[in-house]
Structures are given as structure tokens and as C-alpha cells.
């Protein structure tokens, strides 16, 4: 049969189609060529936008039977009662806050459809007569005053973080959403003409006790009356603190002013709080179907809009949950204003730290993460005042107790030196990042710490290459000298032997000597504990993201012990060295006031030296606050590793090595990858660590489980494929005794060590009380881990499992509560459901 022979019956769709071909033709015949038929308002993107491909990611205009627009039956000047304008600015407070929950503005804050017709209401340009022909309790400048007010102070709300985004400390589409869909958010208006705007609206309304502005006069009821005001002044509020925090002037320069604001949207907030607890009349959660407010969000306004987003449906949060949002921002805020007046980089580093391990990963919006970004870095100064050059003397002293500006003067020729300026760069490059990537998303930050690893490692080679050269000279200086000493020999000509004439006695060796300098050798160990904490914290963080597959656990913990064990030996000899180096550090003080005075000119001493602390205290007290929360750790994670390894059947992990190593060298790229590695061989001192010692884990496991690994312990680098695959080979034999304790023992260890450093009040450098709770709250959580842990290991209650999920509850939207675990690293204790099955195991 031929191809044009084939039954229309046998096509798509059957044979009933009708041949409609003149009627289109008899139609147009009047048409010119090449002209097309116009419909007012409809475009090419809407004709587009109505055929259905069949790809849900692009059917962005697919109309859908059960899906229905307002737009046909909106209209911006439709007058509204006071309680219809409550609902919508409600709605759109929850709309902001979704966007500030990283969903795109076309799903948010554009389906207010108010906001596409601002011109439409704008008073000023609307005919004076027609604003009295309303219904009295509808007067239609709810609309055009009141409403079109508040979207203003909305959208230039929303421009202003916009701008705070997008200066690119945190990622487009990966921590917020940037696309505008060519729609304006008032980047033209000085705030000035929006807030201008909310007061005007303000004294429209009548004015009532507490609150300032005056009035005219409307007949809206009081209760409405003061509904409205409580929402424009919110709006008034929020505005000026976020114009102080994108304002040319430091937040620490309007201090007073910001915690002014910042208290009275606390006050405003907790009314709408409460009105929603309550149910109060003034919040307006239910609306007659037939309501003309309703016609005001259009959900599917994408259609509309220039944006390559899909559509999506965002499910409008309670009440209760958007002002729960706000008072994450509010908390943000007052975080910020703390950390403004903070001059401590030491202080900054360990806030980040504790912000990710007590909430959950990148909890705080993404809008503060920014702000704080900006407040320690602007690009060119540091806290708004310090030169770059700042963060390098902050990071001796509060390191190793001791004077940068000393130590540079006394070995080199001072700060700024050529010989030196390499240095200074690598730690002004690594430490400003390192301090800003605590406040970028839980995985990017992550990956940053793993880059850090090698920079920290960079910094460490250069330190001991200056602290070598320094040696060298010295030595050669004394030998010099030893030489001269011991006297010349003179030839006696007219008796015709030699003399030696006398020698004095060796002079004693300069107190500046780097042989009796411990200050000079203990200057590489400041980035060795910087480093060695990166390496933890990429670590234990996969605890939180939830990387590991449960066989990589025990591992994971086993190498963070490892690691927090050298940490614990640097600080030990940081300590024991304290003594002999207390010359230098006598002299920080005055090297610092001198630094102070060269850095910023004629501002008054007396509040320069409460900003930077010039002592050992502070540093003293944050190392021993360090080394007792680390030998807590260690003995946490020596406890988990025994734990576990005693719950995984007998030679489990040796017979899967081999693909065990293949995903630990993956999971641990930055120390098995060649680029990582050939980086390393770049530099002529070796890490302190680097590649985990695959052997001594192997040995571990079998001195835990009671088996005798073969294979021969050899001496220096061990980890060698060769040598991993003869340590995972387990002999039948049992090992008469093991270097490990029960974990039992290591969790009654830690639980010990916890109670003596609550009992202590130290807290280190963490004066500010409410930074000290947070980390008394992090030591109790860990000291109420202990106690589950023991208990879960004694077994006596078999429904009791270990629950590694970051959260206790799951997240219902971007913006709900969530109950966190009492430990970011460490697994909570559930029980287990038996008549639903088996849930998450032991492992």
C-alpha cells in the first residue's frame, strides 16, 4: 500500500475530524498577506504558553481545567472593607516570607496582583470625584492609600534585600532567588518615598493611644482602625531597619537607633502574634468564597511574566509560622547588631561554628547569612573601620597570646616587610574567607573548609620557612661569634713561636636566640590549630548533612578522634611553652596601641583599647575552654566508634574493604585526590595531617571486635594499597587484650569532663552572655547525649535505636519550626515503633 493510501482512521486521534480548511479561508480573505489576527492583551508568549508539550518543567502556561485565573474578574479599584485589606496584607507578609525561604519572587510576591497595578491606584492620579462615589464602609482609600502604601513599604522591603543578595556572598538559585521576571521592585524610590508613603497612610487613619502619628479622619471602625495601623507601622519599621543595614553607615555607627527599632518590631510583631493565638477579629484568617479580596493573588501569574521558573503552587503558611519567620529575622538582627560591636576574629570564627551546630543547616534566612557577610567584609574594610591588615595581628594574638607587630618587628623588619608580605597576604586571603563561608549554606560550606585545608597548610610552610631562615642566621650569627672569642693567634716575630692570646669566656647566647625562643617555634603551630579544626568540622559536618553510608560512620568517627587527639598535643605544647614566652608576650600591648594609633589616626585610645583585648586572659581562657570541650569530643568519639564497630557482625568491614576504601578515598578526596595531593608535594613541609591511616583503623576494628589483623606494622608512611588489603585480611585467632575501652567508658569519661567545665563557668572568650548560653547549651545537649548513649549501650531497652536524622520532625515548608537534636554530630536515642515495622537501624 502506498504512503498516502493509509486510513485516516488508523492516524492519531481517529478518523472524526471535520474539514474546517474554508472556513478559515473564507474568513480571511479580506486579510493582506503576511498579516495575522490580534487579539488586546494577547501575545505571542500567550499563544506559546498554550500548547502543551508534554514537559512539566516548561508547561509553565498550560492552562488547566481546575485551574482558574482572577485575572478576568480582578480589578484594582474593586473598594474593600478593612477586614479584606487585613487578609491581604497578611497574605502578602507570608508571600515575603516565603521568598526569604529561597522561592523564586513569580511564586511569591508577584501573585499579589496589586502589585502589578500600583499607576491603576495611585491617588493622585485617580479623578477627584470618583473617591466619593464608594460605599461608606469601603472607602476606597483602603485601596489607594492605605493598601497601595503598604505594598510600597513591601517592595521596596524586598529591593532592599534584593540589593544585599546579590552582592554574590551567597549563591543565586542555590540560597535565594534573584529572578525579578521584569518586574520592578521600586529600585527608583528612595526609601524616603516609601516611608513617606506609610506615614501618610498612618495619619489617615484616626490616631490611638501609643502610637504617634496623626490624622484626618475615616470612617473605618476602631478595631480596624487599630488592626491597620499595627500592620503599616510593622511595615514602617521593618523598613528603616533594613534601609540601616544596606545604609553607607555601620550598623555599630546607629546602634542605639537600630535596637530602638528593632525592640518596637518586636512589640508590633508580638500583637499580630497574639491576635492569631487568640483568634482575634483582627485577623481575618477566613473569607466568604464570594469575597472580592480573593480575586487579589493569582497563583499562576507566571504565566504571565517573563521567567523560565515552572509554575508552582506555594501553599500560603499560618499565620503563626510567618510571624515565627519574622522573628527568625528579628533574632537575626539583633545577632548582627552584637557582632557589629564584636572585635574579636576569634570571637567571629566561633559564632559561625556555633550557629551551625545548634540550629539546623542554613536556618537563618539568607538575607541575615548575607548581612553578617558584609558587617565583618565589605570588600575593602573590616567592621566598616579596619584595614584588611587588621585580621593578621587579631589572628597572633588571639591564637598564640602575642603581638604580631613584636614578633615581626623583633625577627624581620616590622609589618608590611618584603620579606614578610607573602605571608601577611596568604593569611589576609585565607582567614577573611574563612571567618565569612561560617555564614554560607551547610554544603558550600563545606566544600569551602575543604579548600581551606590547603590554604591554612600554605600558610603553616611559609611560617616554617620563616622561622628556619630565622634560625639559620642565628646560628650562624652565634657560630661568628664563638669563633671571634676564642681569640686570634699572633705570631711572635723576634721569638719565633706562636701565642694565643688569652681568651674571655663565651659569651652567653642573646635571649632573642630561636633556639630558647619557644614564642619564634611555636609561630607555624597558630596554623596548624586553624587547619586541624577545618578538618574536624569537614568531617564531623557530614554527621549533620547526613552523608555516610552506616559503614563509613565508625570510620568517621574514628578519624575525628584522631584528629582532635593532635589538636589536643598542639595546645598541650602551647601551654607548656607559655612561660619562656612571655617576653613577647609583655609586649603586646603596647605593640597594639601603637598598631591602634597608626590605623586609625586621632580617634580617642580609651575606646580603641576596650574594642581590642591586649591581654593573655581572654586567649588563655578560650585555650583551656578548647581543650577541655575537645578531650570531651574525643572521648564522644572514641565511644561511638566502639560502639559501633561492636554492633556490626564479626569481619563485616574486612570482607567489604575493598569497596570500603574506594568510597572513604572518595568521600576523603581532599586528602587521596592527585590535585590535592601534587599540591601538597608542592610545598617543602609535609602536613601535620593528610592522608587517614587506613592501618590503624583496620587495627582498631579488629582490637574492638577481638581479632588479629595479619600483616607486618612497619615504621614511617603507612596506608599503601599493598599493606591495606594484608591488614584487612582477619586471622582466626583473638587478641588477648586491646588498648580500648568499652564505649560505656568513654561516655561516663566525657559526661565527667563535661560536668567540670560547666562547674567551671568558663566559657572562654564568649563574655557576651547570650553567646555564653548558647554554648552552655551545646555542652549540656552533648552531656545529655552521654547519658542516652550509656544507657542505649547497656541494651536494656530493645526498642531503643539510634536516629541519625538531623531533624527530630520534618520540615512542613521553608519556614516551620523543627525541633533540632541535643548534638549536631552524635545520633538521638527513639523508640521504636513495632507495629509499624522496622525503622531506622543501630547503624
Not at 579596619?386 to 615581626?408: D, K, M
Amino acid at each position: 500500500m502506498a504512503y498516502m493510501d493509509v486510513d485516516p482512521a488508523d492516524g492519531p486521534g481517529g478518523g472524526n475530524f471535520l474539514e474546517v480548511t474554508d472556513v478559515f479561508a473564507e474568513a480571511s480573505r479580506e486579510m493582506e498577506p503576511g498579516s495575522i489576527v490580534a487579539i488586546d492583551g494577547f501575545s505571542l508568549t500567550d499563544a506559546m504558553s498554550a500548547i502543551e508539550i508534554g514537559e512539566p518543567r516548561l508547561d509553565t502556561g498550560m492552562q488547566l481545567e481546575n485551574n482558574s485565573t482572577p485575572k478576568d474578574t480582578f480589578d484594582p479599584l474593586t473598594a474593600l472593607l478593612p477586614e479584606e485589606i487585613c487578609w491581604i496584607i497578611d497574605r502578602s507578609m507570608a508571600y515575603e516570607m516565603e521568598w526569604h525561604a529561597s522561592n523564586p519572587l513569580a511564586h511569591t510576591i508577584f501573585t499579589i496582583l496589586h502589585v502589578h497595578s500600583l499607576n491603576e491606584i495611585d491617588p493622585d492620579v485617580l479623578p477627584y470625584l470618583f473617591m466619593f462615589d464608594t460605599d461608606p464602609k469601603k472607602p476606597l482609600e483602603l485601596v489607594t492609600v492605605v493598601l497601595r502604601a503598604y505594598l510600597c513599604g513591601l517592595l521596596k522591603c524586598c529591593n532592599l534585600a534584593w540589593n544585599e543578595l546579590s552582592k554574590g556572598y551567597l549563591l543565586d538559585t542555590e540560597d535565594w532567588q534573584s529572578d525579578k521576571s521584569g518586574i520592578s521592585l521600586l529600585e527608583g524610590w528612595p526609601v524616603k518615598a516609601a516611608v513617606a508613603r506609610l506615614e501618610a497612610a498612618m495619619n489617615w487613619l484616626p490616631p490611638s493611644a501609643g502610637l504617634k502619628f496623626s490624622v484626618t479622619g475615616s470612617t473605618v471602625p476602631p478595631l480596624w482602625q487599630e488592626a491597620l495601623k499595627v500592620r503599616l507601622q510593622l511595615r514602617w519599621t521593618l523598613l528603616l531597619l533594613l534601609n540601616i543595614c544596606s545604609g553607607t553607615k555601620s550598623i555599630a555607627s546607629e546602634h542605639t537607633e537600630f535596637l530602638r527599632l528593632l525592640n518596637q518590631a518586636r512589640q508590633l510583631l508580638s500583637i499580630l502574634r497574639a491576635h492569631s493565638q487568640s483568634q482575634s477579629p483582627t485577623f481575618s484568617t477566613h473569607l466568604s468564597p464570594d469575597s472580592p479580596a480573593r480575586a487579589a493573588f493569582d497563583p499562576f501569574i507566571a504565566r504571565k511574566l517573563d521567567t523560565f521558573i515552572p509554575v508552582r503552587v506555594i501553599e500560603v503558611p499560618s499565620m503563626e509560622q510567618t510571624c515565627s519567620a519574622y522573628e527568625r529575622i528579628l533574632d537575626g538582627w539583633e545577632e548582627l547588631a552584637r557582632l557589629s560591636n564584636t572585635f574579636q576574629v576569634h570571637i567571629w570564627d566561633q559564632i559561625g561554628y556555633h550557629q551551625t551546630w545548634s540550629t539546623a543547616p542554613a536556618a537563618q534566612p539568607a538575607y541575615i547569612r548575607s548581612c553578617i557577610q558584609t558587617v565583618f567584609f565589605d570588600g575593602s574594610r573590616v567592621l566598616h573601620r579596619y584595614p584588611q591588615a587588621w585580621v593578621v595581628e587579631r589572628l597572633f594574638q588571639e591564637t598564640l597570646g602575642i603581638s604580631y607587630r613584636a614578633v615581626a618587628t623583633r625577627y624581620w623588619d616590622g609589618p608590611g616587610s618584603e620579606r614578610l608580605l607573602e605571608l601577611e597576604k596568604a593569611v589576609i586571603n585565607t582567614l577573611i574567607p574563612h571567618v565569612r563561608n561560617q555564614w554560607a549554606n551547610a554544603s558550600r560550606r563545606r566544600r569551602f573548609l575543604v579548600k581551606l585545608i590547603l590554604d591554612w597548610h600554605v600558610i603553616y610552610d611559609m611560617m616554617c620557612q620563616l622561622v628556619e631562615e630565622v634560625e639559620m642566621d642565628a646560628d650562624e650569627a652565634a657560630n661568628a661569634d664563638v669563633e671571634s672569642n676564642f681569640g686570634t693567634q699572633v705570631q711572635d716575630k723576634n721569638i719565633g713561636r706562636n701565642m694565643v692570646s688569652p681568651s674571655p669566656t663565651p659569651s652567653s647566647p642573646s635571649p632573642s636566640h630561636p633556639s630558647l625562643d619557644v614564642t619564634l617555634r611555636n609561630l607555624p603551630k597558630l596554623a596548624i590549630l586553624w587547619r586541624l579544626s577545618s578538618i574536624r568540622e569537614v568531617i564531623l559536618s557530614g554527621f549533620q548533612l547526613e552523608l555516610y553510608h552506616p559503614l563509613e560512620r565508625p570510620f568517621a568517627y574514628w578519624f575525628a578522634s584522631e584528629v582532635v587527639g593532635i589538636h589536643l598535643r598542639v595546645l598541650e605544647g602551647l601551654s607548656f611553652g607559655r612561660a619562656e614566652g612571655q617576653d613577647m608576650v609583655d609586649a603586646t600591648g603596647e605593640a597594639l596601641r601603637e598598631a591602634d594609633t597608626e590605623t586609625q589616626g586621632r580617634k580617642k585610645k580609651k575606646e580603641k583599647e576596650k574594642e581590642v583585648d591586649s591581654g593573655e586572659g581572654s586567649t588563655g581562657r578560650e585555650r583551656e575552654y578548647q581543650y577541655n570541650f575537645l578531650s570531651t569530643l574525643r572521648a564522644m568519639c572514641m565511644g561511638m566508634f566502639v560502639l559501633l564497630i561492636q554492633r556490626i557482625p564479626p569481619n563485616t568491614l574486612f570482607s567489604q574493604w575493598e569497596q570500603l576504601r574506594a568510597n572513604l578515598k572518595r568521600r576523603y578526596k581532599w586528602a587521596f585526590d592527585q590535585a590535592h595531593t601534587a599540591a601538597y608535594e608542592r610545598l617543602e613541609f609535609e602536613p601535620v595531617v593528610l592522608e587517614p591511616d587506613f592501618i590503624g583503623f583496620l587495627k582498631a576494628v579488629g582490637e574492638v571486635q577481638g581479632t588479629v589483623t595479619q600483616g607486618r606494622e612497619e615504621d614511617g608512611k603507612r596506608g599503601r594499597e599493598g599493606e591495606d588489603r594484608r591488614a584487612a585480611e582477619p586471622a582466626t585467632s583473638t587478641a588477648p587484650s586491646s588498648s580500648w575501652l568499652p564505649s560505656s567508658e568513654y561516655f561516663i569519661l566525657a559526661e565527667t569532663l563535661l560536668q567540670d567545665l560547666l562547674a567551671t563557668r568558663n566559657m572562654g572568650m564568649m563574655v557576651d552572655e547570650k553567646w555564653a548560653t548558647d554554648r552552655r547549651a551545646l555542652v549540656t545537649g552533648m552531656q545529655e547525649t552521654c547519658e542516652d548513649l550509656q544507657v542505649h549501650d547497656s541494651q536494656s531497652d530493645p526498642t531503643a535505636e539510634l536516629d541519625w536524622s538531623w531533624s527530630l520532625f520534618s520540615r512542613s515548608d521553608g519556614i516551620s519550626n523543627v525541633k533540632m537534636k541535643k548534638t549536631p554530630w552524635f545520633p538521638s536515642i527513639r523508640r521504636r515503633d513495632t507495629s509499624a515495622g522496622a525503622g531506622v537501624g543501630a547503624m
